[in-house]
């Protein structure tokens, strides 16, 4: 993970030798891994280790050239472009971006707990509810069709399943589960705040159908900074 993922190739062992017995050993090996542990503390003593893994640098292989290139290799060598690894990172990142705004990839999807969060602690939660939409359909002259997205709205209230009526007047009163989400402005639709009641259901959490429902992007950040600032407060209580 450390020679590969934080690109200390310095650090890269040896598994065996036809020259040296000694390579490979255990012995070898254990003190290998502690000149690595080390390292890796005095990083952290000077709160120089890295947050995130840098992107990787791949090796090229050169080989000595045979013949005259054709056009087409030619072509291939002149688009050939040697990038740093800060370049090469915001390269992976606009790309990345450019594949979710495509729908092909999601990263927020990805980045959700197994496990749905329990009701009661939803409120002033941000979440994404998979919301659909009719869209006009350009193969139809008036004909419309349905388009899901995930909506994000904060959840501002939460039904305790005994008193919680959608308004005073109602008769009915709420399910547990039902929660009052604040939908912002949204150009794109054409729509103004709002609020809604929704009933979210345990067994669709994260799943890609009608009124699925997950955290949304700021959540997850704002989760995992406090998941992060934690784990520093343990390491230096420790």
Not at 139 to 150: C, E, Q, V
Request: glycine share 6%.
């Amino acid at each position: 993970m450390r020679t590969r993922g934080l690109q200390w190739v310095e650090f890269a062992a040896r598994w065996s030798s036809s020259t040296d017995e000694s390579v490979g050993t255990v012995e070898e090996l254990t003190g290998h891994l502690k000149e690595l542990i080390e390292h890796e503390r005095d990083l952290r003593e000077r709160d120089e280790l890295p947050d995130v893994a840098p992107p990787p640098v791949v090796r090229r292989k050169t080989f000595k050239q045979l013949g005259t290139p054709t056009a087409q290799a030619e072509v291939l060598m002149a688009a050939r472009e040697e990038l740093t690894p800060d370049e090469l990172r915001e390269a992976a990142e606009d790309e990345r971006d450019r594949l979710e705004e495509a729908g092909e990839i999601d990263h927020v999807a990805d980045a959700q707990p197994e496990r749905p969060p329990d009701f009661a602690s939803l409120l002033n939660v941000h979440l994404e509810v998979r919301w659909p939409y009719r869209v006009p359909d350009k193969g139809k002259k008036r004909g419309y069709k349905t388009h899901y997205i995930w909506a994000e709205g904060e959840v501002v209230e939460i039904a305790d399943g005994t008193t919680t009526k959608r308004t005073p007047q109602c008769k009915t009163v709420l399910a547990w589960g039902a929660v009052r989400i604040k939908w912002p402005k949204d150009s794109r639709y054409d729509e103004d705040e709002s609020f809604t009641w929704t009933v979210l259901v345990a067994d669709s959490w994260r799943k890609e159908k009608h009124l699925g429902w997950r955290f949304a992007k700021p959540e997850l950040a704002r989760r995992g900074a406090a998941a992060r600032a934690a784990k520093r407060a343990r390491a230096d209580t420790s």
